[in-house]
């Protein structure tokens, strides 16, 4: 049975930093493409970010270039988000997600995804 779970979400106020983390079981980790979409109330779910199965190819949405960082480690089967600079903007559920990629279509769309985490919760005071 796959599982995903995602932690570290909080609140912060703005400025500040949180550190994500989505560790997997049920899958053979390595051969996912993975990443972290966010839905804020009363908004569809969007790509924040998405790492390929080596790490070497990332993608960011426009809205976190240069303040988050995402990063593999395949050996523990786990995925991670460094939040920097945090928005109030940025407040949302945060989901991670594993597929076997999006073969050149939309990194940001949530059609590729065959495995969904719970979510965590990140709020972002102003």
């Known amino acids: 049975q796959v599982q995903v779970v995602e932690s570290g979400g909080g609140l912060v106020q703005a400025g500040g930093s949180l550190r994500l983390s989505c560790t997997t079981s049920g899958l053979t980790f390595d051969d996912y493409y993975v990443g972290w979409f966010r839905q804020a109330p009363g908004k569809e779910r969007e790509g924040v970010s998405c790492?390929?199965?080596?790490?070497?190819?990332?993608w960011y949405a426009d809205s976190v270039k240069g303040r988050f960082t995402i990063s593999r480690d395949n050996a523990k089967k786990t995925l991670y988000l460094q939040m920097n600079s945090l928005k109030p903007e940025d407040t949302a559920m945060y989901y991670c997600?594993?597929?076997?990629?999006?073969?050149?279509?939309?990194?940001?769309?949530?059609?590729?995804?065959?495995?969904w985490g719970q979510g965590t919760q990140v709020t972002v005071s102003s």
């Open positions: 997600a594993a597929g076997h990629g999006f073969y050149g279509g939309n990194w940001a769309s949530p059609t590729w995804v065959n495995h």
């Open positions: 790492i390929s199965w080596n790490g070497i190819s990332t």
